[in-house]
């Protein structure tokens, strides 16, 4: 048996003429090993779209959760998520008539947003949040200080603050906030492991 | 067999869900040393397989898991 084998091993070299030969395959190797490029970084990035209060928590206790396994968390917040993040107590003025009519239309802040299902007027949504402080699950309130102590980036579409004639003066005050566009979400997005869109 | 593990921090994290208990677990072990073991105590059932998914994630080490009178018990060591 261990004759055939040894045959097999002389076969396999035959390939090989000289020590030249071996180490211009180990050079060709090494460039293989240093092309290959590394791989998405342990990140999550979530495109926080809608601005209902169910899923905007889906959103928050995901980013949350990221950080606590020790991965780095971007939200993207645009188009209808983009008022979730206005601050109640503050205002902006210098708005034409339709910025006017979208900051009145549009609810003013996280506490303002209703669910995405059950509402009725109202009701639905104040019901769920009784329930949720009765049930010890965090509210949107609890999740953001928690979202800001854990390093959750935050990023907001300026496009549609441009668009719905949002100020800056207007939304909340968040330790890791910056107004972008589709291109440095998009950077983020390319090297992470997970992608939402929510 | 039932040796005693030194724990060196407890947390009750008893009454808090998702994703309360493993957002303070995450906080609470950079808060011992590496090597230091921590005690958790929960009553979310989702924890079950939570702290062994978080603690694959972080690279944390559960040492043990007791279930008693609907408390979950952790025994986890900081490796990292």
């Not at chain 1, 097999?8 to 180990?26: N, Y």
């Not at chain 2, 724990?7 to 230091?36: A, F, H, N, Y």
Request: hydrophobic share 45%; net charge positive; proline share 4%.
């Amino acid at each position: 048996m261990s004759e055939v084998n040894s045959g097999k091993a002389v076969e396999s070299l035959k390939g090989v003429t000289s020590i030249d030969d071996l180490a211009r395959q180990m050079g060709e190797l090494k460039k293989q090993v240093e092309n290959i490029k590394p791989g998405a970084d342990d990140r999550v990035s979530i495109i926080a779209f809608s601005g209902d209060l169910d899923k905007i928590l889906a959103a928050f206790i995901i980013a949350t959760g990221a950080v606590a396994m020790g991965m780095e968390a971007v939200m993207f917040f645009t188009f209808w998520g983009t008022p979730v993040l206005r601050d109640p107590k503050k205002k902006a003025g210098g708005k034409d008539l339709m910025g006017k009519m979208f900051g009145f239309m549009l609810p003013k802040g996280r506490n303002a947003i209703k669910l995405s299902k059950m509402n009725m007027a109202g009701m639905g949504t104040s019901m769920m949040k009784s329930l949720m402080k009765k049930k010890n699950v965090a509210s949107l309130d609890e999740m953001l200080d928690m979202a800001a102590e854990l390093g959750v980036k935050i990023y907001i579409c300026e496009m549609t603050m441009s668009l719905m004639g949002f100020k800056k003066e207007e939304f909340i005050d968040y330790p890791n906030l910056e107004y972008v566009g589709v291109a440095t979400f998009l950077e983020q997005a390319k090297n992470s492991k997970v992608q939402l869109f929510i | 067999m039932s040796e005693e593990i030194k724990v060196d921090k407890i947390m009750d994290l008893k009454g808090l869900p998702c994703p309360q208990p493993v957002i303070k677990v995450s906080k609470g072990i950079k808060e011992i040393q590496v090597g230091q073991v921590l005690e958790a105590i929960s009553t979310d059932p989702g924890a079950l397989s939570d702290f062994p998914a978080w603690a694959r994630t972080s690279g944390n080490e559960i040492l043990k898991t007791e279930q008693k009178d609907g408390l979950i018990k952790f025994i986890i060591k900081r490796v990292k």
